[in-house]
């Protein structure tokens, strides 16, 4: 079992830099690929990033591609995610995920994660 918990949120101005983070524990939290997802009042959940086990492969939704990145840091159980020129649409509450696999290239549905955080709000201001 793994538990996540996000943190990082808060209100900033548009075009400005936040970084979330979110911490992990259960021992399998090593082997398991994570993502970050999102969600806008009256909005499905989104995809926003995933990485794999290692670290070593990155995916990206298309609304956040050269903006943000997701990187992992697996000593301390913690994944990040940097995000850089914010605009107001990207106002949501950000969700971290964990998958039972170690990478999966494909896994941009909500149902192919395990485990949930219980989300940050992020707030960008125009």
């Known amino acids: 079992q793994v538990q996540l918990v996000e943190s990082g949120g808060g209100l900033v101005l548009a075009g400005g830099s936040l970084r979330l983070s979110c911490a992990a524990s259960g021992r399998t939290f090593s082997k398991n690929a994570m993502a970050w997802f999102r969600q806008a009042p009256g909005k499905e959940r989104e995809f926003v990033a995933a990485?794999?086990?290692?670290?070593?492969?990155?995916y990206y939704g298309d609304s956040v591609k050269g903006r943000f990145t997701v990187s992992r840091d697996n000593a301390k159980n913690t994944v990040y995610l940097q995000m850089n020129s914010l605009k107001p649409e990207d106002t949501a509450v950000y969700y971290c995920a964990a998958s039972p696999l170690r990478d999966c290239s494909g896994c941009f549905a909500t149902y192919e994660y395990s485990y949930w955080g219980q989300g940050t709000q992020l707030t960008v201001s125009s």
């Open positions: 990485i794999s086990w290692r670290g070593s492969r990155t």
